[in-house]
């Protein structure tokens, strides 16, 4: 009985752990990265820009029928939600503080005003942002996200490639210099070695820049990639 009753309580912790996952990276038909999904679990998804912030959360219907949401709309989720009172940190203050079981945190307002009211935590997943004095592409934007990286190319790589996404852990990301077709550049050219090709100038005008070959989502070391088109 004790064996199970343990059984149970680590299934339900190793549950909660991964729920606060990063679920999805988008990316927009420039190569700008579109959004970064947190999975809190009972199909509850939250996006959040480069530098932390909320584009907004919702109960993921696609995603509880088994699919994959690629309109960006969420559903209202309807179960526990706790924010932060006029009686917590200025920088605290209104913000999410539960989404059912899942706890979030912020950056208070006397830790600085570089990072006051970035998300901390949420859950068990610290995030960290690159800070004031490193490279000004960086400037602002997430560092890590538990135990994941996010590395970015510097102010001076080439110029339709700064600030964008160069990798999440061990996936790398390639773009098409400011030097290739206009129709293309700056556009998503490999993920993990996975190469994406599109329509150049000189096709029809319907196809310029529509992608040509390459898989518009994929999964890769526990992380869905999806390219727009």
Do not use: C, H
């Amino acid at each position: 009985m004790k064996k199970i009753y343990l059984l149970a309580l680590t299934t339900l912790i190793t549950a909660t752990v991964f729920s606060q996952s990063i679920y999805r990276i988008s990316f927009t038909d420039k190569g700008s990265m579109d959004a970064i999904s947190i999975d809190l679990g009972d199909n509850i998804i939250m996006n959040l820009k480069d530098d932390g912030s909320l584009i907004n959360w919702g109960y993921d219907v696609y995603k509880s029928r088994g699919g994959e949401n690629y309109t960006g709309q969420l559903e209202s989720y309807v179960g526990r939600i706790e924010y932060f009172s006029e009686a917590a940190d200025i920088a605290l203050r209104g913000k999410i503080k539960y989404v059912g079981s899942v706890a979030f945190n912020y950056y208070a307002s006397y830790e600085g005003d570089e990072f006051k009211g970035k998300i901390k935590s949420i859950g068990n997943n610290n995030f960290q942002y690159y800070a004031r004095y490193d490279d000004a592409a960086l400037q602002g934007k997430i560092k890590s996200i538990g135990m994941t990286t996010f590395n970015w190319f510097a102010a001076y790589e080439n110029e339709a490639m700064r600030g964008k996404l160069k990798s999440v852990g061990n996936t790398a990301f390639s773009y098409y210099s400011s030097m290739e077709d206009k129709a293309f550049r700056g556009r998503v050219k490999s993920i993990d070695g996975s190469s994406f090709t599109y329509y150049s100038s000189f096709d029809t005008q319907d196809y310029r820049g529509r992608m040509k070959t390459g898989t518009q989502l994929q999964y890769i070391n526990g992380i869905k990639y999806f390219v727009r088109n």
